[in-house]
């Protein structure tokens, strides 16, 4: 999917959403002024790139609860793609001229407007549309959100953690809200006893 949707205008949409597990509505919000690219190599610890996701676009501008304000690590990934995501829109800058809007947002319209939810999954689709083994008319943004958790649970990231990352109030919103992306507990519990301690054959 990330190869697919290269070269569209959501790249860096779609590889911030599913490598960060941020909200799409936390992610219209989000502004350059909350972006650190470079991190903060001088701060006492030093801090690597990351975002400050501290908006949404719900009624107020503030994020879903007060745990939803979180700062995130940026993987290397996501920081190439807002580099790109950055030339881009200077480029679009410079070709709206006197149209553009400036609103600070880094995912906006060609003349910088704010995106609504039907603009982010419109070009989500068609972004998608030519990918091999997808069909984009099934496939929503939020979706990223919940691979993003899949792909946690799947590398045994404790459920305490992956609730702290996606701005869960505690772990029951986790389990609740995204019980078929949590591997069972029971499961991953049993795979890695038998890592660690390997498996005896039972003797006649």
């Not at 745990?67 to 800058?93: I, Y």
Request: glycine share 8%.
């Amino acid at each position: 999917m990330l190869k697919g949707a290269e070269g569209t205008s959501m790249y860096a949409y779609i590889v911030l959403a599913l490598l960060t597990g941020a909200r799409t509505e936390e992610l219209r919000a989000l502004t350059w002024d909350h972006v650190f690219l470079k991190g903060k190599p001088d701060a006492d610890p030093p801090q690597p790139p990351h975002i400050a996701v501290w908006r949404s676009v719900r009624r107020g501008g503030d994020t879903k609860t007060r745990k939803s304000r979180r700062t995130l690590a940026l993987p290397a990934r996501c920081v190439e793609a807002l580099w790109q995501q950055f030339e881009d829109q200077g480029w679009d800058r410079l070709a709206a001229d006197e149209k553009w809007e400036e609103h600070g947002l880094v995912f906006s319209s060609a003349v910088g407007k704010p995106l609504d939810a039907a603009n982010v999954r419109r070009a989500f689709r068609q972004a998608l549309k030519d990918v091999d083994g997808i069909d984009a008319d099934e496939w929503t943004p939020r979706e990223l959100r919940h691979s993003f958790v899949s792909l946690l649970s799947d590398r045994g990231v404790p459920l305490e953690v992956i609730s702290r990352l996606v701005g869960h109030s505690g772990t029951a919103v986790t389990e609740e809200v995204y019980r078929k992306q949590i591997r069972p507990v029971i499961q991953t519990g049993a795979v890695v006893m038998d890592g660690i301690f390997g498996a005896e054959e039972r003797r006649p």
